[in-house]
Structure formats: structure tokens, C-alpha cells
């Protein structure tokens, strides 16, 4: 087995892997991600004040039932997956089924876009940022993710675990910094690190030795949209894509 089975990268294996219903399950709950989503729904919730969110990769809606509804204004849950949608747990979320690659909003409508451990699935950053063209002036985009050196992934990747179809593309603090600095109309206000410890008896992993502890790391970044954009040509990027 080689990496490039396992690391294919291809979009279309992503959309199917993200069609099992025993994996969309599977994000019900936190599990050793609670910490960070704990972190996430007590600081960022004054970011989510009166604003309509768009959070993309939403599968079964771990993160909305976490926030009061009172708060935001309205939430749509857009994520690839109709079986993580069929078990989205937040009753205040319009479900919308489509892929961030081609989602079918008008620009300039949401004043927070996020997304939770999702865009570890791909390999290159700043293909999400065509997504940015939905945020209105000023907006945030909230993005969490595993981190370079999590244990839990490192450990998967180093072991080839048969059933790791997907890139799970680990990203650092300076890495996201730089990436995003390509772009002109992306102003970054702050990048944070966050790790936690935890321990292995919420793993749903069978196949692995893994330690008794492990840590997880993950990342927290807030890249805040200029008011006023200077680079109109990049908002009229194609965003027709399949995946
Ligand atoms: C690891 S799960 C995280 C779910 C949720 N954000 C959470 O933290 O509980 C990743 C989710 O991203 C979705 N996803 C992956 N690629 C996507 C894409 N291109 N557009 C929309 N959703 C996508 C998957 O279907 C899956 O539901």
C-alpha cells in the first residue's frame, strides 16, 4: 500500500467517502475535539452576534447545537454529505446540500462563514478562498482544523490505516499565515494554536495502537475580510466545479 492510495487527493473520493451514513454519525458528538469546540463556542461567540453564518462541511451539526440559537441571526448548514444533513442535530439550521466548491448563494450575504475539521481534507488552502466571495465587508471567516502535530492523524498517517481514504492535510500556524498573505483581499486579524490532551477511550479507532494519551492539536484561525475590496477580479473566479 502507498501513500497515494490512501492520500488520493481526488474530490470525488472525498464526496463518496463523506456519503457513508456510519461516518457521518460519527460527528454526533465531539468526541476529543470537544475541548477545541468548547474553546470555539465560548470565544467566538460574540463573532456570531446577530450575524447570518454560513458554516461549510456542517455535517451532523456538532457545532450548532453548541450555540444558543438567540444569537445568531440565522445559520445555513451547507455540507456535501445528505446523510451527515439527515442527522443534523440543530433544528435551527436550513440544511443545504452542495459543496463549498459551488454553493449556490448570493455574494456578500453572510457576515461569518466557518468550517470544523473540513478543510484538512484538502490539499490546497486557497481553493476554499473562492468561498470568501459569499462573506459581506468586514466579515469573518472562522476556520478550525486538526493541526500539525496532532497525535490522533499523525499517528493514522504513519500507520496507513486502511480505512483513511481522504488528505488529511495538517496544517501549522506559519504555514496558514503565509498561504493567506497570497491573497490581497484577505486581511488575517489573528491566528491562534490551541492543543489539548485527552484521553484514547473516545477513539473510534479499532485498528491502531495508540497510547493511552494522546494530544490533540488543533488550529483556530479568524481571517477578517477588508472593508472595502480592492481586487474585484478575484471574486469573479469560477466557482463551477463538481467537488
Ligand atoms: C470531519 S466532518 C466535520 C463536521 C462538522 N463540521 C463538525 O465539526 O462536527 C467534515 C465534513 O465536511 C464535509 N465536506 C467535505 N468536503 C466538503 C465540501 N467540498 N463542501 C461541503 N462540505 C464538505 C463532509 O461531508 C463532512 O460532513
Not at 70 to 94: F, N, P, T
Not at 164 to 175: A, D, F, K, T, V
Request: proline share 3%; net charge negative.
Amino acid at each position: 500500500m502507498t501513500d497515494e492510495q490512501f492520500f488520493t487527493g481526488s474530490r470525488k473520493t472525498l464526496y463518496d467517502y463523506w456519503q457513508e451514513e456510519f461516518r457521518a454519525r460519527k460527528f454526533l458528538k465531539g468526541g476529543t475535539r470537544t475541548p477545541m469546540v468548547e474553546y470555539v463556542t465560548r470565544e467566538d461567540v460574540d463573532l456570531l452576534r446577530n450575524a447570518t453564518w454560513l458554516d461549510i462541511g456542517a455535517g451532523a451539526g456538532f457545532i450548532q447545537s453548541k450555540v444558543d440559537p438567540r444569537i445568531y441571526r440565522m445559520v445555513i448548514a451547507l455540507d456535501i454529505s445528505w446523510e451527515g444533513l439527515k442527522v443534523h442535530q440543530c433544528r435551527y439550521s436550513q440544511r443545504i446540500c452542495g459543496s463549498f466548491f459551488s454553493p449556490p448563494f448570493r455574494r456578500g450575504g453572510f457576515d461569518i462563514i466557518s468550517s470544523f475539521f473540513c478543510l484538512s481534507d484538502y490539499p490546497n488552502l486557497l481553493e476554499i478562498v473562492d468561498s470568501l466571495v459569499f462573506l459581506a465587508e468586514g466579515g469573518k471567516f472562522i476556520l478550525v482544523d486538526y493541526a500539525e502535530g496532532d497525535e490522533y492523524w499523525e499517528t493514522r498517517k504513519k500507520n496507513h490505516a486502511p480505512e483513511l481514504i481522504g488528505n488529511i492535510n495538517l496544517r501549522s500556524e506559519e504555514y496558514i499565515s503565509q498561504e493567506v498573505y497570497k491573497f490581497e483581499t484577505i486581511d488575517l486579524e489573528s491566528v491562534e494554536v490551541k492543543s489539548f490532551r485527552t484521553s484514547t477511550k473516545d477513539l473510534s479507532s479499532g485498528y491502531l495502537e495508540l497510547p493511552e494519551t494522546i494530544t490533540r492539536k488543533f488550529i483556530h484561525c479568524i481571517f477578517v475580510l477588508e472593508k472595502s475590496r480592492k481586487n474585484s477580479e478575484f471574486f469573479s473566479l469560477s466557482l463551477h466545479r463538481d467537488y
